[in-house]
């Protein structure tokens, strides 16, 4: 079935540092591509999509580019925050349908 | 917008007694699910939810899991008995049939003891 594999963490940081996570998807067709964020404590949010082949997907800084060439969902921050610390997931829609299917997540630690 | 209601935020209890947890979805939405996040894990679907019909439970442990959504809206989900291995944080989400973005609640942690 549809899935997406994560890099493992934790990623650790200083604040500005350049952030990079990575994600590939294997997929049947070209199916939507988003990256949720949870916070500690608190639920799982979304904080970026893509829906299409080329598309790029932004929110507070962040990025992520949908690569069909090399199956690819990248999310990139080019200067993170304290604030940006938390655990991110790179999810499909499985099985044509809009039910969210997640990597295993990545920490995130941003240091002062 | 009220988000996704979840209570309790936290449980502990003793392996083979039991559980409910309780979600009340954003108004309107259709589409609600429930999923399990074990600790370093991403959450995995147990049910989801169309109104008050079942659209797919193949990952729900059946022999000792349970989940209704009686009138289409608040859902609750049963564990008895409990096992160890049942701990995780409980998720639940709902989505609109338009737009089909989930929205998830904060979860509830259950801790088998």
């Known amino acids: 079935g549809d899935s997406v594999t994560q890099m493992e963490g934790p990623v650790t940081l200083s604040e500005e540092a350049f952030l990079t996570i990575n994600c590939t998807y294997t997929a049947t067709g070209y199916p939507s591509l988003f990256w949720y964020v949870q916070y500690p404590g608190e639920g799982l949010q979304l904080l970026l999509k893509?829906?299409?082949?080329?598309d790029k997907g932004s929110n507070k800084g962040f990025e992520a580019t949908y690569r069909k060439e090399t199956t690819s969902f990248h999310l990139e921050k080019g200067s993170v925050q304290v604030s940006d610390s938390a655990v991110y997931f790179c999810a499909l829609p499985s099985g044509g349908s809009y039910i969210p299917t997640f990597g295993r997540g990545t920490s995130l630690i941003v240091h002062p | 917008e009220a988000g996704v209601a979840q209570s309790p935020r936290y449980k502990i209890i003793e392996k083979r007694q039991s559980v409910a947890f309780w979600c009340n979805p954003i108004?309107?939405?259709?589409?609600l699910y429930w999923y399990q996040q074990i600790l370093g894990q991403g959450p995995k679907l147990l049910i989801q939810?169309?109104?008050?019909?079942?659209?797919?439970d193949s990952q729900l442990p059946k022999d000792r899991f349970s989940a209704e959504r009686l009138k289409g809206v608040d859902s609750t989900l049963k564990i008895q008995p409990a096992k160890l291995e049942d701990s995780a944080v409980y998720l639940c989400?709902?989505?609109?049939?338009?737009?089909?973005?989930?929205?998830f609640g904060q979860g509830t942690r259950l801790t088998v003891v």
């Open positions: 893509a829906t299409k082949a080329d």
């Open positions: 939810f169309q109104n008050n019909g079942v659209v797919d």
């Open positions: 989400a709902s989505s609109s049939l338009k737009t089909g973005e989930a929205f």
């Open positions: 108004s309107g939405h259709a589409t």
